[in-house]
């Protein structure tokens, strides 16, 4: 088709997509390009404008490392993954679902870790606690012999990718449940977290006037034939970041409950002064029990690079 107006345009692209076999890529193509068309007119985008968002999506990618993902953290900070989560877990909203974001940190190959096991591999500042969960099906009954993932940032707010004077693995493990569903493991109360801005998503949320910040919390990717592969962050109670999460992940059925102890007997002789216990239940459903490909495969080298917070505008 000869172009003469910017709706040809658009009904010469659409042409072409039809041409597409598949069915799914067919129709995703299509929205595709109907929302990119859409969102130029309505906002009436200009040549500068176009030419400095191709620049961040570049950049995105130029960033994106074996040790870090700034497209799924992008994707994150416009709650995109959160709306995939949503939309295709708890039949559609249907029901009330403990899956959650993947996040950009999960690694394959944590050390398999026995039942009761401390998932700390390195010294690791932060207050000892000690994990209790069970993963069940839609009925309530326990789901025996399902692979657990767990990793977690470090009270000082890193993950062990990110820093290179953890331990390789630290405060990552994996574990199966038992004939009761259950896994038990220690590791370290974890903190808040900045997410790296560095690059264009930094840029997006100095630009709105946001935080940068991760609510404490400890993932779990729940894997058995026949289930659909769940991941799911579990969130501290305690946490000041709760409503105004960065990556806009916290449900309300995933905000976990910290019980302090102190002055008792921790069931590591170990511990002394205050600890904490963390008990939880996850339910997983039939479905695809395919693995993504992970995110990230490697661990930073040389120094740390800072963590840098932003400041929330009123």
């Known amino acids: 088709m000869i172009i003469e107006s910017p709706d040809d345009l658009t009904r010469a692209v659409l042409a072409e997509v039809e041409r597409t076999p598949d069915e799914r890529l067919r129709r995703l193509l299509a929205s595709a390009v109907k ?27 130029q ?26 877990n708890g039949e559609g ?39 209790t969960a069970w993963v069940q099906d839609r009925e309530g009954r326990p789901v025996a012999d399902a692979e657990v993932d767990v990793w977690q940032a470090s009270g000082e707010g890193y993950y062990e990718n990110q820093d290179p004077q953890q331990a ?26 900045p997410i790296p801005v560095n690059g264009p998503v930094g840029g997006l949320i100095r630009a709105q006037g946001r935080h940068n910040l991760r609510p404490a919390h400890i993932h779990f990717m729940i894997h058995k034939p026949g289930f659909k592969t769940q991941f799911s962050q579990l969130y501290s109670h305690d946490d000041p970041h709760l409503e105004t999460d960065v990556q806009f992940g916290v449900t309300r059925t995933l905000v976990g409950r910290y019980v302090p102890h102190d002055n008792e007997p921790a069931p590591d002789a170990d511990v002394q002064g205050r600890w904490w216990t963390l008990e939880h239940r996850f339910t997983i459903a039939p479905g695809d029990d395919s693995l993504p490909p992970a995110p990230i495969t490697g661990k930073a080298e040389g120094e740390r690079a800072p963590l840098v917070v932003l400041e929330r505008r009123d």
């Open 35 to 61: 929302h990119l068309h859409g969102f130029v007119r309505e906002t009436e985008l200009t040549e500068p404008e176009f030419r400095r968002l191709c620049g961040l999506i570049a950049q995105a990618g």
């Open 63 to 88: 960033l994106t490392t074996p040790s870090h993902n700034e497209v799924v953290l992008a994707a994150g900070s416009l709650g995109v993954s959160a709306l995939v989560c949503l939309m295709n």
């Open 93 to 131: 909203e249907r029901r009330e679902t403990t899956a959650n974001l993947m996040g950009p940190f999960w690694r394959q190959g944590s050390p398999a870790t026995p039942q009761g096991g401390s998932i700390v591999r390195s010294p690791t500042p932060g207050d000892a606690v000690f994990v």
């Open 168 to 193: 390789d693995m630290n405060l990552r493990g994996r574990f199966t449940t038992d004939a009761q569903g259950t896994i038990r493991f220690r590791t370290v109360k974890p903190s808040g977290y």
